[in-house]
């Protein structure tokens, strides 16, 4: 089999969050929030009524329907927006002062901080930089695909751990707009690849439903990658005629 390219997954697939629950990526999220709110407090936005508690739980209480709502229309909403939505809810309550000094620039460094905890926590794999590299001498193209409200999170992670450089498109449902397993996003990252023509040369790996059904909704060949952390709420998928790989470096077995 002649492979062409490869669509990666990034969390659990490429990096892993280490001892991964509920709890800490709530408290991860918290400390970001709590840095988006030093923001607002310098921009003269924050009332002196409003306690860092009252606006954590209505920013949760927001966050938590926005993702409701995208996991039912497989449509994203950026973090940029749900704090814009949140404080233009608060401004028509009276309980925020002016949202004047905040441009579009300013609701994206909001969403940033929020993340910035979360880029300290993500670490690629031990194999996942020399997977890449060997990719990329060999000519494969490279895409990743990412279920993520926030575009510069990713890229920064990537930044960080110097693998950008190792990626011909890198796609967010924050950016495209629309998320996995919706096979929109799966064909947009075959355009961006100039492979649209040759779609049974790209494989696409990943660890869960999201990624496989999509992948299967898009005509592509999949690889599971089989992570060790099962999480609440998970989709089951239908396996049994399925590739695995419990390395990433595995997927170099598959390239000619």
């Not at 918290?30 to 009524?49: A, D, R, T, Y």
């Not at 309980?95 to 994206?108: D, F, G, K, Q």
């Not at 990943?206 to 592509?220: K, T």
Request: charged content about 30%; glycine content about 4%.
């Amino acid at each position: 089999m002649i492979i062409k390219g490869v669509i990666f997954d990034f969390g659990f697939t490429l990096f892993y969050f280490d001892n991964p629950s509920v709890e800490r990526y709530y408290e991860c999220f918290k400390k970001g929030l709590l840095k988006s709110i030093e923001i607002l407090k310098e921009n003269q936005v924050w009332n002196e009524n409003l306690t860092n508690e009252a606006f954590i739980k209505t920013f949760s209480k927001k966050r938590e329907q926005f993702f409701r709502k995208s996991i039912k229309t497989k449509m994203e909403f950026p973090t940029s927006l749900i704090f814009q939505n949140v404080l233009e809810s608060l401004k028509e309550e009276e309980i925020i002062n002016n949202l004047n000094n905040l441009t579009e620039s300013a609701y994206n460094e909001l969403a940033e901080l929020y993340h910035s905890c979360e880029e300290d926590e993500w670490e690629p794999f031990e194999n996942t930089k020399e997977t890449l590299e060997e990719l990329f001498i060999k000519g494969v193209k490279i895409a990743l695909i990412s279920n993520h409200p926030n575009h510069k999170t990713i890229k920064n992670m990537l930044k960080k751990h110097h693998l950008l450089k190792y990626f011909d498109v890198v796609i967010t449902s924050a950016k495209y707009g629309k998320r996995k397993p919706d096979p929109d996003i799966f064909h947009y990252a075959l355009r961006k690849m100039g492979l649209e023509d040759q779609p049974n040369t790209v494989i696409v790996c990943g660890d869960e439903y999201a990624d496989i059904i999509g992948a299967q909704r898009a005509n592509l060949p999949s690889i599971l990658f089989e992570r060790k952390y099962k999480f609440p709420f998970e989709r089951e998928i239908d396996a049994s005629n399925l590739r695995k790989i419990r390395n990433i470096s595995e997927i170099l077995d598959l390239i000619e």
